[in-house]
């Protein structure tokens, strides 16, 4: 199919000098949220912009939305081709006609605030004394029910690892155009999943430097009234998996360095190969679709990822789905999938407090469903005094591991069969995942909440460098089973003056520890 616009079809941006940022929007169908993004742009603080649209066969109005603004503004640039059926052909076609310092990709039913292509630019342009950066992630932001991953409400404006940004494989970010044709950086053009994670990802390899962009949200991602967002289309599972081995090839042959490469492509598969074995996705299937998944992920972690591997996987149900579509264990995944709500929980920091061990946490878990998570098998209140004196006398020891070891076995005998909880601790730079299993030592008569003892030793703390750490909780039974993660929350005045060097409740009260000099986020 022919790129090059009739002289019909496509309006001329005033002459001169290269704008410094030229916004491509593949468009198909995408009325009446189009001219909420162009009026987006035309309100941007950076003015030196061009915004190629690119109607992609639309039959709704797109075409003359774009025609109407363009006639209006010579900065915007309106194409118009055949339906393509993707948006690769057009995103492509919007490279091709951009003549920007930089390139932005955006889609046509989202908004950005007035500072953001300003503050991108500025960022990609601070004289760091290193190589320039070649992309720029902006903060997102959900609307209308949108949801948008963790990332973008915790991580720091600033450099950002691959790792962190494998986390947004979306392509609304803002790239510099000389990177992206110095390596002839295109996205495919055929109807596949994840199409733009393969172009993304493709970049995040070959750049010199990845940065992180806004205290604020600068890019405002849509959920669609009618429910046509692309993402919302059926997914095939070969197709989306054949793009995942892509993707996973990627990372392999563009990581110099094999190890890393592996666990990026575990991180992966944790993210979008999991995402269809949780309960709302899983549970609606087909028998024999369950079975096809399995069989297709199964050779997928066959040919990367070692066996190996699996053990660093911090998160218990994670680990033990992995463990189960290895076996090709469809009945297995069965049970622990549809056994995933009874370990749905709310956690609260009940006491932190900094003791000779490290920063004792006592975190009181209230099980939605206690009925079925114990039936009542809880351990009687004299084997948990038991367990706690044994625990004061071996704190003698102060922070000696051994004697830690010693406490946690103790522990877990005394309190056989109860309910267990994991502290899951998460880096906000860095991909660090630690996991932490605590000790059962009161149950609340009144509330029947599970009261938990942690310990966070000073080498824990101290292997996460001068990141903030987020802490998360997972509840599990000794058969193996185990559910999703819940943030931590905090109790008012349980973070006591010993332990708030660390400790500290976020604006959302959720818990997280900070670095020795830094202040609360």
């Known amino acids: 199919m022919s790129t090059e616009p009739s002289a019909n079809t496509e309006s001329t941006a005033s002459a001169g000098r290269a704008p410094r940022v030229s916004v491509v929007i593949p ?124 990332l973008f409400r915790r991580h720091p404006a600033g450099p950002i690892s691959i790792a962190r940004a494998m986390e947004t494989l979306s392509p609304q970010k803002l790239f510099r155009r000389e990177f992206l044709l110095r390596l002839g950086l295109r996205f495919p053009e055929e109807p596949v999943r994840l199409e733009d994670g393969i172009f993304v990802t493709e970049a995040y390899t070959r750049a010199n430097r990845i940065l992180f962009c806004g205290k604020d949200p600068l890019y405002l991602i849509a959920l669609r009234e009618d ?20 993707i996973a090839q990627l990372l392999l042959d563009g990581v110099p360095d094999t190890a890393a490469a592996q666990k990026l492509v575990l ?32 050779a997928f972690l066959e040919e990367f990822l070692p066996k190996r591997l699996d053990a660093t996987v911090a998160h218990p149900t994670d680990r033990r789905k992995i463990e189960l579509i290895r076996a090709g264990d469809v009945a297995g995944l069965d049970a622990l999938i549809g056994a995933e709500q009874s370990f749905a929980h709310d956690a609260r920091v009940a006491a932190a407090e900094r003791t000779a061990r490290g920063i004792e946490l006592r975190v009181a878990s209230l099980p939605a469903r206690p009925e079925e998570l114990h039936d009542g098998n809880l ?111 905090a109790t008012p005045g349980a973070i006591r003056a010993s332990a708030a060097k660390r400790v500290y409740a976020t604006r959302e009260a959720n818990v997280s520890l900070r670095p020795v000099k830094g202040e609360p986020r």
Not at 228 to 245: D, F, K, L, W
Not at 276 to 286: A, D, G, I, N, S
């Open 27 to 150: 468009v198909y169908n995408a009325m009446p949220y189009l001219t909420g993004t162009l009026d987006s742009l035309i309100a941007q603080e950076l003015t030196d912009w061009e915004v190629i649209a690119v109607d992609d066969g639309s039959s709704d109005g797109s075409g003359a939305e774009i025609d109407r603004f363009a006639a209006a503004d010579p900065r915007i640039i309106a194409l118009h081709q055949p339906n393509s059926g993707w948006p690769g052909i057009p995103r492509n076609r919007g490279i091709d006609r951009a003549r920007g310092e930089y390139v932005f990709f955006m889609d046509a039913d989202d908004t950005m605030t007035p500072s953001a292509l300003r503050e991108m630019v500025e960022l990609a342009e601070q004289p760091a004394g290193e190589d320039p950066a070649d992309i720029v992630i902006p903060r997102f932001a959900g609307t209308g029910g949108r949801f948008v991953q963790s």
């Open 267 to 298: 991180q992966f598969f944790q993210r979008k190969g999991l995402r269809f074995y949780v309960p709302k996705r899983w549970l609606p299937m087909p028998a024999e679709r369950r079975a096809h998944w399995v069989e297709l992920h199964r």
């Open 379 to 489: 351990p009687s209140a004299g084997r948990l005094r038991l367990g706690r004196a044994i625990d004061r006398g071996l704190s003698a020891f102060g922070g000696n591991r051994y004697a830690r070891g010693l406490s946690r076995r103790v522990g877990a005998g005394l309190a056989h069969g109860a309910p267990e909880l994991r502290l899951l601790l998460s880096g906000r730079r860095r991909s660090r995942a630690t996991v932490l299993t605590g000790r059962l030592v009161r149950v609340a008569p009144d509330t029947g909440a599970l009261e938990y003892a942690f310990v966070l030793s000073p080498e824990l703390l101290s292997s996460y460098g001068d990141d903030r750490v987020d802490l998360w909780s997972v509840m599990g039974n000794a058969a193996g089973g185990s559910g999703g993660r819940f943030r931590l929350r």
């Open 227 to 246: 429910g046509q967002n692309i993402s919302s289309r059926t997914i095939e599972p070969e197709n989306y998996v054949a793009s995942c081995r892509r």
